[in-house]
């Protein structure tokens, strides 16, 4: 790494990293109800010690060289470092580009965050990790991040930055049946940075992937077996989403908020059966010195085309974080999220999660 900011005076290349480890305990727990009989089900995640308790743990590498003319090329990669079990563990899926930047704003090619994921996550005062209120992420294969894709983002103008994404992974061949095998995705956003205000709205598609929440959250109920994505749907399945999110730093306190909405088709071919999720978030971040407090409450609906079915809850999270240093901090969390109560005349199903954590992050 030294040696080439030596060898090449207008290229520079670092390797950085983030460690995060903690005492940790998880459990689900579930009550499904048909008629007069209940069920009970029950998921303890409990592994004494566990990463992500308040961010993923990874090993990047990020580069620039000036081409000159106010032109740059710039690369980063990053892999999967789980410091719970002692491995780098994936080496692909998290950021991975190679792009140029300039005048112009910056193109890159590869895999890193949607501009929908980023919108919605910047509502959140926990950084969509761990315990937190904010689990909507909208698309199916590209929740997070979209791979084969192409990202561009604008300079900013009076603070004012908009970003694109298209993705497209074809796999089919000559036995696949109609779109089979091909999926592809888009996103758009908008941002608005200035002082302590920020503003964003964002929207994405997915077309062609294979997912069934509404399988997993209508389970008990009748309409479960109209809801299943089957292989034969997937070319036909649509995922969309949109969001707004905003922050505003009054300095003795950091203010979050989020609104999300997602729709789910399985098979745009057959009426009905798509399934609508929208879910509100609040947060704040009350800084004391080293020490930061946090806090967030969150709103979680859901709905089906063309069935009697609703889905609600109401998810909390508290924090805190204490910096021993530039790099180094020490958090407390604990909190239930995922919580739905779902019904309609088959049955109902509640379920919810609970997580609590105590550990260190360190950044290097």
């Known amino acids: 790494?030294?040696?080439?900011?030596?060898?090449?005076?207008?290229?520079?290349?670092?390797?950085?990293?983030?460690?995060?480890?903690?005492?940790?305990?998880?459990?689900?727990t579930g009550t499904t109800t048909i008629g007069s009989a209940s069920t009970s089900t029950f998921y303890k995640g409990n592994n004494l010690v566990n990463e992500d308790g308040l961010s993923t743990g990874l090993l990047g590498f990020k580069g620039t060289e000036d081409l000159g003319g106010g032109l740059k090329a710039n690369?980063?990669?990053?892999m999967d470092l789980d410091l719970d079990v002692g491995a780098l563990g994936v080496a692909a899926g998290r950021d991975s580009t190679l792009g140029l930047s300039g005048g112009f704003g910056e193109i890159r090619l590869g895999r890193s965050y949607t501009p929908l994921y980023s919108t919605i996550g910047a509502s959140d005062v926990f950084g969509t990790t761990g315990a937190g209120t904010v689990?909507?992420?909208?698309?199916?294969?590209?929740?997070?991040?979209?791979?084969?894709?192409?990202?561009?983002?604008?300079?900013?103008?009076?603070?004012?930055?908009?970003?694109l994404?298209?993705?497209?992974?074809?796999?089919?061949?000559?036995?696949?049946v109609g779109g089979a095998g091909k999926t592809s995705g888009n996103g758009f956003s908008v941002t608005y940075a200035a002082g302590p205000l920020m503003l964003a709205a964002a929207t994405g598609t997915e077309k062609g992937s294979s997912i069934d929440r509404?399988?997993?959250?209508?389970?008990?109920?009748?309409?479960?077996?109209?809801?299943?994505?089957?292989?034969?749907?997937?070319?036909?399945?649509?995922?969309?989403?949109?969001?707004?999110?905003?922050?505003?730093?009054?300095?003795?306190a950091k203010f979050f908020v989020g609104y999300t909405t997602t729709k789910d088709d399985n098979d745009t071919s057959v009426a009905g059966g798509e399934?609508?999720?929208?879910?509100?978030?609040?947060g704040v971040a009350v800084p004391m010195g080293a020490l930061t407090l946090m806090a967030a409450v969150g709103n979680n609906k859901g709905?089906?085309?063309?069935?009697?079915?609703?889905?609600?809850?109401?998810?909390?999270?508290?924090?805190?974080?204490?910096?021993?240093?530039?790099?180094?901090?020490?958090?407390?969390?604990?909190?239930?999220?995922?919580?739905?109560k779902a019904s309609d005349v088959g049955g109902s199903e509640e379920v919810k999660t609970t997580r609590t954590s105590v550990g260190l992050r360190h950044l290097f």
Do not use: C, W
Request: glycine share 8%; aromatic share 10%.
């Open 275 to 282: 399934l609508t999720m929208k879910e509100t978030n609040f």
């Open 135 to 163: 689990n909507q992420f909208g698309m199916a294969a590209n929740a997070v991040r979209a791979s084969n894709a192409f990202f561009y983002a604008s300079p900013s103008f009076s603070g004012l930055t908009v970003r």
């Open 1 to 28: 790494m030294t040696a080439s900011g030596i060898s090449f005076a207008q290229s520079s290349v670092s390797i950085y990293g983030r460690l995060d480890v903690g005492m940790n305990n998880q459990k689900t």
């Open 214 to 252: 509404a399988g997993a959250l209508f389970a008990a109920t009748a309409a479960a077996a109209t809801t299943a994505g089957t292989a034969t749907a997937n070319a036909n399945a649509k995922y969309t989403g949109s969001a707004i999110s905003g922050q505003y730093d009054m300095g003795v």
């Open 165 to 176: 994404m298209a993705q497209q992974n074809n796999a089919q061949t000559n036995a696949s």
């Open 75 to 78: 690369f980063v990669h990053e």
């Open 303 to 340: 709905s089906m085309a063309g069935e009697p079915v609703t889905a609600k809850g109401t998810d909390m999270a508290v924090g805190a974080t204490y910096a021993l240093s530039k790099r180094t901090t020490a958090y407390f969390k604990t909190g239930t999220y995922n919580k739905y």
